[in-house]
């Protein structure tokens, strides 16, 4: 929030700025050579995204309308300012702040992380990875699923019976699970919250991965992200083979 206000306030700042540079220029409702390119670097300085363009074009009709005195007058130039804002591009929103984290591992870092994404869920969380064979992640997957979060779990058929896995215990939890079913490995360690948030990197869920491997984690909600992470989960969910225990 703070970053939003401080962001807006810069916005303010410029085009505030740039419109007493347009007041001085139009003081006698001339505009020379020289003081049009003084406009256009000041407007380069600022740059497309450093000012709010729409308002300093409503700013600058504004000073127009006021050098007439007949209703007429007034009224063609707000037909005029009406109708050129038609020739601009619509304003664009406010750009929605996002969130995003990294941890790596050796230590706790990267579990806590997991730990807090996976409570944070609120209805849906789509597991893609290796393996899972760190208690403390599988205990808060089967707190996510006994809390009424709907969870999927893709892994590779390989892991499934690897000394420590708990796909099988998460299976009997009720949590459906599918699994590769070629020769080669499904390698990815990513999950999905609520088709807004992404996890990923390297990181495998298991104990070695905290306490032994050099690993990396991402956590975002940049839509830019997350977008195609859900389109592959749901690509790959109904390829894999349904496990059955």
């Known amino acids: ?29 001339t505009l020379s050579m020289e003081e049009a390119r003084q406009l256009r670097q000041r407007l380069a300085e600022h740059g497309q995204h450093g000012t709010d363009l729409h308002e300093l074009r409503h700013e600058l009709f504004v000073l127009a309308r006021g050098r007439f005195n007949s209703f007429q007058d007034k009224a063609v130039v707000e037909w005029l300012e009406a109708a050129s804002a038609l020739l601009l591009p619509p304003a664009s929103p406010p750009a929605r702040a996002t969130r995003t984290e990294v941890h790596f591992s050796p230590g706790t870092e990267c579990v806590a992380a997991i ?65 590769d079913h070629t020769e080669y490995h499904m390698h990815h360690k990513f999950a999905v919250a609520d088709k807004h948030t992404v996890l990923t990197g390297s990181y495998n869920w298991t104990r070695s991965a905290a306490e032994l491997n050099l690993e990396n984690l991402v956590i975002t909600d940049d839509h830019a992200m997350v977008q195609p992470y859900v389109r592959e989960f749901e690509r790959l969910w109904p390829q894999m083979t349904v496990f059955t225990g």
């Open 115 to 179: 730990q807090r994404f996976i409570g944070q869920a609120a209805r849906q969380l789509d597991i893609c990875v290796f393996t899972v064979a760190d208690d403390r992640l599988t205990h808060a997957l089967l707190g996510a699923h006994h809390r009424g979060v709907v969870v999927r779990l893709l892994t590779d058929n390989d892991k499934l019976f690897d000394r420590g896995s708990d796909v099988r215990q998460l299976f009997e939890a009720g949590i459906p699970v599918r699994m």
């Open 1 to 29: 929030m703070s970053q939003n206000l401080h962001g807006s306030s810069r916005l303010a700042a410029a085009t505030t700025d740039l419109l007493q540079h347009f007041k001085r220029a139009f003081a006698d409702s």
